[in-house]
């Protein structure tokens, strides 16, 4: 992708009170997926962009396509495995069932048909190091027993990148166990905070850390339980979002960031704001060479930058069930094996404007449309501020995000000048992006408060909604080409 266009999207600061349109996509939400549910709740700060999730999502699981629905929960199963999503794959286990999936399949991977273990290998490349798959991996597939036809494998590869990335923002944003999960409910502190969550505090904020006790032995108040008529009933819909404040970690907070640490001073938004124009006023062009070089010191200093927090204690048993292999897990790009000389992905070569999406839409019922809107929407998705400044042109910083994180991926923009990253994304927001992007389970809510202090938590969302976006391209990236060599040798 080139130049950004100045989109302009609608300004919904959803924290007080959700403005009409996020109503009306809540109750689409709601009528989708048979509860508000907390993703949906954390995208509402930014409608334009939930409407488009909304739809892909509902197409891949609900709408025309060659993979039978029960099939479709369980992919979504082993690809929220591949980073521990307990959240996404206690969703996808109800649904499976409701789509009439074979009870015992959820009792592990080894209970499962052979045509869907034979997917496993695609699963596991595609979340940690994409640029592993080749073409025996397609032929694999579509070959001899069980064998798949081209267009389930495509449809199979658009639920797995969805449900790869869709951990990145699961956890990096905090979302939360929804009220009827394991953990999902906690006693407020007080009669006071239940109805009024935000009103004192952290304690009202945070979840996702503490786990409850069993929630079998905890009565859920009624008014918390959403209902249909809840929902439709637009006078009660803020009321019913603020009683409940546990979306996420940052649910329930009022806009304003933790005060700076004396010990992690971080650049500013007028410096950063400062270096924007300063960028926007180079004229020197850059030699193909040194931008090149350029790429390449990027994707070095990311190698060095110790985006693992701590290990996720150990795999539950109950998820550990969907997992192989946990020990397969990303690897720099920069450190990958010399011996197998795998190359730079170059843009220029295989895009997603010029060849995924003509692609996707041909052998998947044109769900690359979908995409593309999604995608578009998230890379343009501009209210032109950051933190309280207003008219600010945040088109520079927005695309050294999606490019950092293509580049964690092994994915060049040959137009690009990767010197701007160093310039405007410092080491603690790389280290964040890092994280959120190849190893979500390990991000924490220190993580989420330390980086982009001074800006608002939609923004930091906002931040993560990229970060969704462009793994999920980068993945598709890989897949798609791959498929094409395989369709054209
Ligand atoms: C991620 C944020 C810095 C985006 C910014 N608030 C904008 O409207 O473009």
């Not at 074979?102 to 979340?127: E, F, M, T, V």
């Not at 791959?482 to 040798?489: I, S």
Request: aromatic share 10%.
């Amino acid at each position: 992708m080139g130049q950004i266009p100045q989109n302009v999207s609608i300004n919904c600061p959803l924290e007080i009170c959700p403005c009409q349109s996020t109503r009306t996509l809540f109750v689409e939400a709601f009528l989708q997926n048979n509860r508000l549910d907390h993703v949906s709740q954390v995208m509402g700060y930014h409608p334009s962009y939930l409407d488009n999730f909304l739809k892909t999502q509902n197409f891949i699981l609900r709408g025309d396509g060659p993979l039978p629905y029960d099939y479709r929960h369980y992919i979504a199963i082993m690809a929220a495995g591949r980073h521990q999503c307990s959240y996404l794959i206690q969703l996808q286990k109800q649904e499976f069932l409701v789509q009439g999936g074979d009870q015992s399949w959820l009792k592990g991977l080894h209970c499962i048909p052979q045509k869907l273990r034979n997917l496993y290998d695609i699963n596991k490349i595609l979340a940690h190091r994409p640029w592993l798959l080749n073409k025996s991996h397609i032929e694999k597939l579509t070959k001899g027993k069980d064998s798949w036809s081209l267009a389930e494998v495509v449809h199979a590869i658009v639920i797995l990148t969805h449900f790869h990335s869709l951990c990145s923002f699961v956890f990096p944003c905090g979302v939360n166990q929804e009220l009827d999960q394991a953990g999902g409910y906690r006693y407020p502190e007080t009669l006071q905070m239940l109805n009024n969550p935000g009103g004192n505090s952290v304690a009202a904020a945070t979840g996702v850390s503490k786990k409850s006790s069993d929630p079998k032995d905890i009565p859920i108040p009624n008014d918390t339980r959403p209902t249909a008529g809840k929902i439709l009933n637009g006078g009660r819909l803020n009321n019913f979002i603020n009683k409940i404040g546990v979306a996420d970690w940052t649910s329930g907070r009022t806009q304003n960031q933790s005060p700076p640490s004396p010990t992690e001073p971080e650049v500013g938004i007028s410096t950063l704001m400062q270096r924007m124009k300063t960028l926007s006023e180079q004229t020197q062009e850059c030699t193909p060479v040194e931008l090149a070089k350029r790429f390449e010191n990027v994707e070095t200093q990311s190698a060095e930058l110790g985006a693992v927090g701590p290990e996720p204690q150990g795999t539950p048993a109950d998820i550990g069930i969907f997992i192989e292999d946990t020990q397969f897990i990303y690897q720099d790009f920069a450190k990958r094996d010399e011996h197998q000389s795998i190359p730079t992905f170059r843009v220029q070569d295989y895009s997603w404007d010029d060849h995924a999406y003509s692609l996707v839409n041909r052998l998947y019922n044109d769900v690359g449309n979908l995409l593309d809107d999604k995608f578009k929407t998230a890379y343009n998705l501009t209210y032109y501020t950051m933190g309280g400044r207003t008219d600010v042109d945040t088109s520079r910083f927005r695309r050294a995000i999606w490019n950092y994180i293509q580049c964690l991926l092994g994915i060049r923009h040959d137009d690009y000048d990767y010197g701007e990253i160093n310039q405007l994304l410092e080491k603690s927001l790389k280290t964040f992006i890092k994280s959120a992007c190849c190893y979500p389970e390990c991000v924490t809510k220190k993580d989420y408060l330390k980086v982009l202090r001074e800006f608002k938590h939609s923004e930091k969302v906002h931040v993560n909604l990229m970060v969704l976006e462009a793994r999920m391209q980068a993945e598709l990236l890989y897949a798609l080409r791959t498929v094409n060599r395989y369709m054209t040798n």
